[in-house]
C-alpha cells in the first residue's frame, strides 16, 4: 500500500508494511509425510489450533472479526468464522464478508503477468521500456535516500522480471525517507488509500488520475538502486499493472475482471465496493495503545469511491471465500473446477523463485527465501500478507492453502501474520500424531 505515515509511535509507516517472516513458518508445511497425513484427514480436521487463535483475538476485542479458510486440493474449504463486521455490531463475519486486502492484490497481478508472458505477449526478461518508451534512460539516486538530483545512469533497463520481485531499483513512499519521498507526494505517485477522515501524520498528497499518468510520472523521477541488485519493496506491482495494460490492450482492472476473477469465481472481488454490497463489508480498525479506533467505517468507506486509478500493489477488497477460490486455481495449476483460467506452466514459474541471480536479499523481510510473481516462495509455499492483517498462502507439498482475514493496522500490532501459519502448522503436526 502507499499511503504516507501515521505520525505516531504505533503507527509508524515502516510499520504499516512490515511482512515479517510469516512464510517461514510457512515453510514447516513442507513436509511430504506430514502432507500426506493432512490430506488423509482433511475431511475430519479441526484445526483447534487456528480456532483458538481466532477466538482469543476476537474475545478479547483486539480485533471486531477473523476469518479462516483451509482447504486441500480441489475440495471446499473449512471456514472458520469469529466476530462481527464492526466491533459493537451484530452483524456476524464470515466467508463472503469483505475485506481490504491491501498487499496480497500483488500475487492477483502478478499472476496476471505470468498469463501476459505464457501468452508471448511479454517477456520475464523483457525490458519494459520496449511497451512503455519513458523507462528507456533511467537514473539511480547515487546515494540511496539521498538527493534527487545527484544521480547516475542506470546500468541495466527495468524487466518484467524485476518488476514482479521488488528488484527494479524503484521506491515506495512508506518505505524511502529523504528527498525521493517528497517527491513522490509531489507527483501524486500514491497507490492506495486508507481512509476518507484526515487522520493526524497521515498525508493527503492527492494520487494522480489514471495508470498511464501514474507510470509516465514514475518514470521522471530517480530510482533508489540500481536494477537488478537488491530487493526492496516498491511500487513495482502499480508499475506492472501499465505494463499488462499496454501489453494486452485492456484496461488493467478490466483485465482482471474478465481474465482472472470471472472465470476463477471471484464474484466478490473488486477495486470499489458497490453500494449493494455495503452490509458485508468490514470496517478497518487503527490499533493506538492497544485499542482498535476505526478509521474506515464501512458506511463510509474510501473503498466505496472509485480509486484514482487501479491499484495492483494495494487496491483490492475481497472475501475469504473468493481469496479461497484464487488459491485454489493456483494449487490446480491454473485449472479450478475443470475450468483452466491460466497455464500451468506459468503458476509453476510464477510460484517458483524468480529473484535475478545479480539481487540481494540480505538484510530485507525476504532474506534467505526466495520470491515469485509478487510473493514471497519457500520451500513450496507462496503467498504474501497484507497491512490490515490479511495472510493467505498455498504449499504445494503438503496440498494446502490457508486464507486468514481481519482488519487492523498496522499489521505487525499483533503477531497474527507470524501467529497464523504456525497455528496451521501446530494443527497439521496434531494430525500427524494422531495418525501415528
Known amino acids: 500500500m502507499a499511503y504516507r505515515e501515521f505520525d505516531t509511535p504505533n503507527l509508524s509507516r515502516r510499520a504499516l508494511l512490515r511482512g ?15 502432507g500426506r497425513v493432512a490430506m488423509a484427514q482433511a475431511g475430519t480436521a479441526s484445526w483447534p489450533a487456528v480456532t483458538a487463535l481466532a477466538d482469543k483475538y476476537v474475545s478479547e476485542r483486539k480485533v471486531a472479526n477473523m476469518v479462516a479458510t483451509l482447504g486441500w486440493g480441489r475440495q471446499d474449504p473449512l471456514t472458520i468464522a469469529r ?20 498487499s496480497m492484490t500483488k500475487p492477483i497481478t502478478g499472476m496476471a503477468a ?30 540511496y535516500d539521498g538527493s534527487v538530483t545527484d544521480v547516475v545512469p542506470a546500468e541495466r533497463p527495468i524487466t518484467v522480471r524485476q518488476l514482479l520481485t521488488h528488484t527494479a531499483g524503484l521506491g515506495y513512499g512508506i518505505v524511502q525517507k529523504g528527498p525521493i519521498t517528497e517527491a513522490y507526494a509531489e507527483k501524486g505517485l500514491i497507490p492506495g488509500q486508507v481512509s476518507r477522515m484526515p487522520i493526524p501524520g497521515l498525508g493527503r498528497a492527492k494520487a494522480v488520475e489514471g495508470l498511464d499518468v501514474f507510470a509516465d510520472r514514475l518514470a521522471e523521477l530517480p530510482l533508489v538502486l540500481q536494477p537488478g541488485t537488491k530487493w526492496s519493496y516498491s511500487v513495482s506491482l502499480d508499475l ?4 499488462i495494460e499496454v501489453a494486452s490492450g485492456m484496461a488493467f482492472d478490466e483485465f482482471l475482471r474478465t481474465r482472472i476473477f470471472e472465470p476463477t469465481g471471484m464474484t466478490s472481488t473488486w477495486f470499489t465496493v458497490p453500494d449493494s454490497e455495503i452490509g458485508r463489508f468490514t470496517t478497518n480498525y487503527g490499533i493506538m495503545n492497544g485499542t482498535p479506533l476505526p478509521v474506515d467505517p464501512a458506511k463510509a468507506s474510501i473503498y466505496l469511491d472509485p480509486p484514482p486509478f487501479p491499484f495492483g500493489g494495494a487496491g483490492l477488497v475481497s472475501s475469504p471465500r473468493d481469496y479461497d477460490r484464487f ?22 514459474v510464477g510460484t517458483s523463485n524468480l529473484l535475478p541471480e545479480t539481487a540481494t536479499t540480505e538484510g530485507t523481510w525476504v532474506e534467505g527465501q526466495g520470491f515469485g510473481a509478487g510473493g514471497r516462495v519457500s520451500d513450496g ?44 502448522t501446530a494443527d497439521l503436526a496434531a494430525m500427524q500424531g494422531a495418525k501415528a
Open 381 to 424: 509455499s507462496y503467498g504474501w500478507g497484507g497491512a490490515a492483517g490479511t495472510i493467505a498462502f498455498v504449499n504445494y507439498k503438503a496440498g494446502l492453502r490457508a486464507n486468514l482475514m481481519t482488519q487492523f493496522m498496522p499489521s505487525d500490532s499483533y503477531p497474527i501474520h507470524e501467529g497464523f501459519p504456525e497455528a496451521v
Open 240 to 243: 506492472l499493472g501499465r505494463v
Open 114 to 143: 505470468m498469463m501476459m508472458i505464457d501468452e508471448g505477449r511479454l517477456g520475464l526478461d523483457q525490458p519494459i521500456a520496449e511497451l512503455l518508451p519513458a523507462y528507456a534512460d533511467m537514473q539511480v539516486q547515487k546515494t
Open 83 to 102: 466476530g462481527t463486521l464492526a466491533l459493537g455490531g451484530a452483524a456476524q463475519a464470515d466467508a463472503d464478508s469483505l475485506y481490504r486486502i491491501y
Open 327 to 348: 488459491l485454489q486455481m493456483l494449487l490446480g495449476y491454473g485449472v479450478i473446477e475443470g475450468r483452466r483460467v491460466m497455464g500451468e506452466l506459468a503458476v509453476r
Open 20 to 34: 515479517g517472516a510469516w512464510l517461514t513458518a510457512g515453510a514447516a508445511l513442507a513436509g511430504a509425510p506430514l
